[in-house]
Every structure is written in structure tokens, then in C-alpha cells.
């Protein structure tokens, strides 16, 4: 069980001593409402959390840049999804394409959520960051990645560029973890290849033939459930019966690996129990806990399952990262295009006000500029759980004889204080290679060298600073990543774009006690982004001297351009024991890490990366194809399964194959479940705008 800790006034604590604190006047400070694990060891699991219901007027400061949210026409679709991540636009497009109609109302005026880009001119020149993701697996060809196997379903094209190598920075010179720092490479691929991570074990690791002994021991002791990730994947899930047909192609593999069952619990369990029985040798504990922090946990807290994909798939021979061409918004646009030829719609800057409830069901939403949407079968919400709780209408605004009441109360108390992940420090730089610093050009660095060769090109890199510290310690782990090594499209030739981010670890109650803009806000961005800085001096020695412009975007920035609570990276259950609502799953040994995707109010569901399978662009994208499954009767799912497993022999894995029918008949019948098919949930309401006619065609 995760110890929290109320830490009241946990601001001050964590501002470094010296630095003055002043109260913030614009901004409502929420120092006393937060709870957060008070160590940051390595050992330990660092999570905040907060009581979203005590403050539900609490202002999120509002950038320029990012729009009013004031956009949106009032109307009537099928389904109405509030956000454009991958979650959101992934349960928009798959709604589209299962002929039910349907509109994503995004807030900012980019889509893409987390995944969007941004350009900022410089003398005459346009360059373009990623506010977010950078580290793609499988996006190049038809791969096991749900987002890959999404855009082919779209039949939408995204051209990329591969890569297969990330670059660490880390204190391993003695071997045991500590001592000046070090650089490697880590090699995607057949890990017996030239330069391949075994080369990499024997090079850098305390005991490279114990390391790679203990590294085939994990991947054997994990091979029936990795195996599982190719007999059924993400997109034949649903949220009710229907899975039972859905899945059933799963059955041969099941009944061929019984001992898939026995293992179950251990897909959903905390990897560093796996770990802590099989690997002993310092540099791969380390390895496979930088591996597993992108989901926002090293291996203690990190699922099994997440680990089992890169097990399985970072090693096998062809594999690659990709760099989507034009800039990570491209995903978005990809998704929204393959969307759109299916009739889905989009509106950017509408940002939604409110969830309407009527009778306990999700009939629409209400926007930030008064106007209503309506919701024929569902309203999705791919808006973080601290979000999304804030949409709903106050509990003492609605009826307490209404279906659900007391349930409704009691998730949104739930929801709003869940663990979740501290924010981000960014910081965006553009450098000039050809700018002569200390009579050296980029390109004079052999550091620089290593990561533009053409063989070994390294765009993605990451820096520990001290192992003893935890990996979700945002002064400890960073990442950059210099998209323009391999797209020349993002910055004007000579240049390069490098983003570098923290950790999901960074406080915000020191931040926001800040006002943006004042000299205390710049001064405490230079001082906390000083550790960004050092990463990339990492690779470019002289990156500060060499630097066009540089922008420092702090938690509030995070907050206002992802419109994510307190710019958090994500919900944060530890994995090992299952999270509340964690559905039927609940009821079993099986100790699933998140709430489910449906809510106590009928028609109302979630998607996104805090819902199964969790944080990172596959999984948000998985969870909103998951939604879209749910509204829709099993027969379309299967039909769409059985379209897609025609595409790609890798693809045939999708079908449910003849097993389908020892389920379809019984269960064909129960999807989706009644309080998604919509009828009796159009009464009009008092002040609706929707016209009549629509009110009369929406009940017909
Ligand atoms: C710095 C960083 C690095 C990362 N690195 C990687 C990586 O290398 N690889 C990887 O796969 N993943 C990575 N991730 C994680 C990944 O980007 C996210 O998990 C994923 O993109 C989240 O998608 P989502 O569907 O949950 O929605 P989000 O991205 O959170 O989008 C939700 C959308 O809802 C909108 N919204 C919210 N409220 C409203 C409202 N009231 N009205 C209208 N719209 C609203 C928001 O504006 C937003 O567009 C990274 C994330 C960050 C921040």
C-alpha cells in the first residue's frame, strides 16, 4: 500500500532554503491541500495528492498562445469526447469509423494534449518543439504499438523517420552505480548484435556475463505472458461481456501456455517483484528501471505488463524508435485525419464548462462560451480523473433521489484525491552549429559527433544524475531529445531543436506561489532548470554559449498548455495492489492498477493514460479505442477486428478467430450495455439551446 503522507505546507519544505517565497496574489495556492510521500530515496515511491473537491473554483493560470477555450457550436452527436489527446481523439476517430457520429472538443487550440507542438519564431525562422512525448516504438511499419495498429485500422498514413539507439548519461564509472559519469548506448534489436545490449552489458556492466546470464532468466520467467502481447492485443478489450468473443482468438495460446493463468496476477503486479527474485547485477537493476519510468514508475510501481512489450518487442531484430516527420503533432493530426474521412468532427478551442446530468446519465456538455452539445449514446472524457471530476455538476446541485447519487459522490471523492505524479520541468532550446564557441563548432564535440552519426544516430537521451536518488526525483532523471537530427523540417538549416524535460516529479507548490512573468518566477525557472541545462551540456558542451533562445517551461506553463491538473504527468497507483474501482477485477486475486473506464453516471465514461493500460501515447491510445469498443455492439467490434486482421499477416492476431462463437450468440445481446445505448436520455433540459428538431430527432 503506497504510504502517503499529509504534508502540510510541503511547499516550503521542498523550496530550496535560500529562496525567498512569496505569496501569490492571482493565483490560489493550494499549499495546504497536498499530500505526498515524504521520501525521495531510491527505494521508494514519490506520488502527490491532492482533494480536487475542496477547491472546485480553483483557478488554472491561462497562457497566451493557448487560447480562450471559447470556441464551439452547440449540437448533437452520438458521441461527444471532451480532449484531443491520444486518448480522446483515438475514442472519437473509432466511434467515427463505427458509424456512430461523433465530435472531440479540445480546449486548446492545437490538438494532441500532451502530444501536441509548438513554434516559436526566431529571426526570421520558424522553430518547432514537442511539449511532450518523444520516445515512439513501432510507428514505422505494422507493429504490436496500439497507435500503429490504430492508424492502420484509419487507414491513415504517418511518415516517419527510425532511429534505434538511446543514449544514457550516467554515474557508472565504478561499476556499481556511482563514481563520474558515463555514456552508453542502448541498441534496439537482436541484443547478440554488434553493438547490440549484451556488448553493452559486457562493457559497462559490474558483471557483463551476469547481467546478461540474469537478463535471459527475466525475459524467460516473463516469455508465456510476452508472448500473450501477440495473441491478443489492447484493441480486442471492452469494457463489458463482449470481451469474452472479443478475445476468444487468445484461446489456442491460452490452452497451449496453462500456465498463463497461474501468472495472471503477476501481469498487473509491481515489476520489481520479478526483478528483485532474478537480477542482482547493478547496471540492469538500473537499465530496467530507466526503462520502465516513462510510465511514471521505476520498477518498483511499475506494472508488469509494461515491461513485458519492451521484453519482448525493443529486442527483436528490426525494431526502431520513430521520429514523426513535421513534429510530434503529426500523431494527432494523423489520427484526426484517419477520423474526419469516417465523418468525426473536431473543435479546437472549446473548452468544455461542465458534464450535464440529467437522471443520472451523461446527456452532454455545457461550454466555456454558454453553448450545449448533446450526447445521443455517451459523453467520454479524456480529460485527467482531477479534471474530469470538476466538470460534473457540485453534488448539492443535483437531486438526491437521482440514480447514482451516492455512488457519484463517493467516485468523485475517490477520483479527485488519487495519487498521481508530481509535473514537468521543460526546457526548449534552439542551437546554432555552426557558431564558432571557444574556436569549436558543434560539430568539433565528439560528443556531438556520436549522436549525429549516421549509423549510431542518438536524438534520444537520458541522464541520471545520482542512482542512490529516486528516479522520479525531477533534479535526478531528464531526458532531451533533437528531432532535427533526423527531420530537417522542425528548424532552419544549422540549427538544432533540443527538448529537455524532467522527471514526472517536479512540485508544483513552489511554483505556485509564483506569478508568471515576475522576476521571482524567471529567476526560480533558471535555478530549477539549471539540472536541464547540465543534461544537455552532457552532448553539447557548450550548449548555453551555442544557444539561439531558450525557454524554461515550468509547471504552470505544463498546467496551462496541457490543461492537466497541477501539470501532472499522470495518475499514480503504484502497481501491487488494485486501485478502487478497479471493476470486477476487484472481485478476483488479479491486482489492477486503475479504476475502470466507466463511471457511476450512465453514458459517462473515461479514456486516457489514467485509465488502463495507463501513461504513454500507446496505452492513452489503447484506452480510447477501448471506449470506443464499449458503446458499440460486439458485432461491430468483431467486424472491425476481422477487417483490420486482414491488413498485415502481423495483424491476423486481431481476429477472434472461430472460438468467437462460443460466446458471440450469448453476449451479442448484452452490448453495449444498456446505459450506453442512449433512448430516454434526451428530456429537454431548461435552458438547452439545442433546437427542437434536434431534440425530436435525437429521441426518435
Ligand atoms: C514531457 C513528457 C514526455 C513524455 N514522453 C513520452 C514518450 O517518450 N513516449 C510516450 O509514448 N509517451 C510519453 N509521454 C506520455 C504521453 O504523452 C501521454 O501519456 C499521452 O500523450 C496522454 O494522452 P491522453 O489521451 O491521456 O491525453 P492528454 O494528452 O492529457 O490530453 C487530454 C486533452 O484534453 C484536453 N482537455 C482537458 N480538459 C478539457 C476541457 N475541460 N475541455 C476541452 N478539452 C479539455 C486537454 O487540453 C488535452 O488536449 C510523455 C509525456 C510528457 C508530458
Redesign the pocket.
Given at each position: 500500500m503506497l504510504r502517503i503522507v499529509a504534508l502540510a505546507g510541503c511547499a516550503a519544505a521542498l523550496a530550496p532554503l535560500a529562496r525567498p517565497v512569496r505569496r501569490a496574489t492571482a493565483l490560489h495556492s493550494t499549499a495546504e491541500n497536498v499530500a505526498q510521500t515524504q521520501e525521495t530515496s531510491r527505494d521508494k515511491v514519490m506520488t502527490f495528492s491532492y482533494d480536487t473537491e475542496r477547491e472546485r473554483k480553483y483557478a488554472k493560470p491561462v497562457y497566451k498562445g493557448t487560447g480562450d477555450?471559447l470556441g464551439g457550436d452547440e449540437g448533437e452527436y452520438d458521441v461527444v469526447v471532451?480532449?484531443?489527446?491520444?486518448?480522446?481523439?483515438?475514442c472519437g476517430a473509432m466511434c467515427a469509423k463505427y458509424g456512430e457520429s461523433s465530435i472531440v472538443?479540445?480546449?486548446?487550440i492545437k490538438?494532441?494534449?500532451?502530444?501536441?507542438s509548438f513554434t516559436h519564431g526566431h529571426d526570421g525562422g520558424k522553430y518547432s518543439f514537442e511539449?511532450?512525448?518523444?520516445?515512439?516504438e513501432g510507428l514505422d511499419k505494422p507493429s504490436l504499438n496500439p497507435l500503429r495498429i490504430l492508424l492502420d485500422i484509419l487507414d491513415s498514413e504517418l511518415p516517419v523517420e527510425t532511429y534505434q539507439g538511446l543514449a544514457y548519461w550516467v554515474p557508472t564509472s565504478n561499476f556499481d552505480g556511482t563514481g563520474p559519469v558515463r555514456s552508453w548506448r542502448f541498441q534496439l534489436g537482436d541484443p547478440e548484435a554488434p553493438g547490440g545490449f549484451y556488448e553493452a552489458l559486457r562493457e559497462h556492466a559490474q558483471d557483463g556475463e551476469l547481467a546478461i546470464k540474469e537478463f535471459k532468466a527475466l525475459r524467460a520467467r516473463l516469455k508465456t505472458l510476452g508472448g500473450s502481447t501477440s495473441a491478443v492485443s489492447l484493441l480486442n478489450l471492452r469494457q463489458d461481456a463482449g470481451f469474452l468473443a472479443t478475445t476468444a482468438g487468445s484461446l489456442p495460446f491460452v490452452l497451449s501456455h496453462p500456465d498463463v493463468f497461474a501468472d495472471l496476477p503477476l501481469t498487473f503486479d509491481s515489476l520489481h517483484k520479478t526483478v528483485d527474485q532474478l537480477v542482482t547485477e547493478p547496471f540492469l537493476r538500473n537499465f530496467i528501471d530507466t526503462m520502465c519510468i516513462?510510465c511514471g514508475f521505476p520498477a518498483k510501481g511499475a506494472m508488469t505488463a509494461h515491461m513485458l512489450y519492451i521484453l519482448e518487442r525493443f529486442f527483436e531484430p528490426g525494431c526502431a524508435y520513430s521520429v514523426p516527420k513535421g513534429g510530434t503533432e503529426n500523431i494527432a493530426r494523423a489520427i484526426h485525419r484517419g477520423g474526419a474521412q469516417f465523418g468525426m468532427d473536431i473543435s479546437l478551442n472549446?473548452?468544455?464548462?461542465e458534464i450535464l446530468v440529467e437522471n443520472g446519465r451523461a446527456v452532454g456538455v455545457k461550454l466555456?462560451n454558454g453553448k450545449i452539445i448533446r450526447a445521443r449514446k455517451a459523453v467520454v472524457?479524456?480529460?485527467?480523473p482531477f479534471?474530469?471530476v470538476k466538470?460534473l455538476p457540485a453534488q448539492d446541485q443535483l437531486d438526491p433521489q437521482m440514480k447514482g447519487y451516492t455512488e457519484l459522490k463517493e467516485w468523485r471523492e475517490t477520483l479527485g484525491t488519487l495519487p498521481r505524479h508530481g509535473a514537468?520541468l521543460?526546457l526548449f532550446v534552439a542551437v546554432d552549429a555552426e557558431k564558432v564557441v571557444n574556436g569549436k563548432k558543434l560539430a568539433d564535440h565528439a560528443s556531438w559527433r556520436a549522436a549525429e552519426d549516421e549509423i549510431s544516430k542518438n536524438p534520444?537521451h537520458l541522464i541520471v544524475q545520482d542512482w542512490g536518488r529516486s528516479m522520479q526525483d525531477s533534479q535526478n532523471l531528464c531526458?532531451f531529445?533533437i528531432p532535427s537530427l533526423l527531420d530537417r523540417s522542425v528548424c532552419p538549416e544549422g540549427k538544432h531543436v533540443i527538448?529537455v524535460?524532467s522527471s514526472?516529479g517536479e512540485p508544483y507548490e513552489t511554483w505556485e506561489s509564483l506569478e508568471p512573468g515576475s522576476a521571482e518566477y524567471e529567476a526560480y525557472k533558471e535555478e530549477r532548470g539549471d539540472i536541464l541545462w547540465k543534461a544537455l551540456e552532457n552532448c553539447i558542451p557548450d550548449a548555453r554559449e551555442r544557444a539561439e533562445f531558450h525557454i524554461v517551461g515550468s509547471p504552470l506553463a505544463?498546467e496551462a498548455f496541457?490543461?492537466?491538473d497541477r501539470g501532472t504527468?499522470?495518475m499514480a497507483w503504484a502497481a501491487g495492489t488494485s486501485a478502487p474501482y478497479a471493476g470486477l477485477l476487484k472481485f478476483t486475486p488479479i491486482p489492477f492498477p486503475f479504476p475502470n473506464l466507466k463511471t457511476p453516471v450512465d453514458g459517462l465514461l473515461r479514456?486516457?493514460?489514467?485509465c488502463f493500460p495507463?501513461?504513454?501515447?500507446?496505452?492513452?491510445?489503447a484506452?480510447?479505442v477501448i471506449a470506443a469498443n464499449t458503446i458499440v455492439n460486439v458485432d461491430q467490434h468483431i467486424a472491425m477486428l476481422e477487417e483490420t486482421a486482414k491488413k498485415d499477416p502481423l495483424y491476423k492476431f486481431l481476429s477472434p478467430g472461430p472460438f468467437q462463437w462460443l460466446y458471440r450468440g450469448i453476449v451479442s445481446g448484452m452490448t453495449p450495455s444498456p446505459e450506453l445505448r442512449g433512448g430516454g436520455a434526451f428530456q429537454p433540459s431548461s435552458g438547452s439551446t439545442v433546437s427542437a428538431e434536434k431534440e425530436m430527432a435525437a429521441s426518435r
Open positions: 477555450g471532451i480532449g484531443s489527446g491520444m486518448g480522446g481523439l483515438a472538443l479540445e480546449s486548446h490538438m494532441g494534449g500532451s502530444a501536441h511539449v511532450g512525448p518523444s520516445i515512439f516513462f472549446t473548452h468544455v464548462a466555456k472524457s479524456n480529460a485527467t479534471d474530469t466538470l514537468i521543460h534520444a531526458s531529445f527538448h524535460y514526472g505544463h496541457l490543461r492537466r504527468y499522470g479514456c486516457g493514460d489514467s495507463g501513461i504513454g501515447t500507446p496505452s492513452a491510445a484506452s480510447g
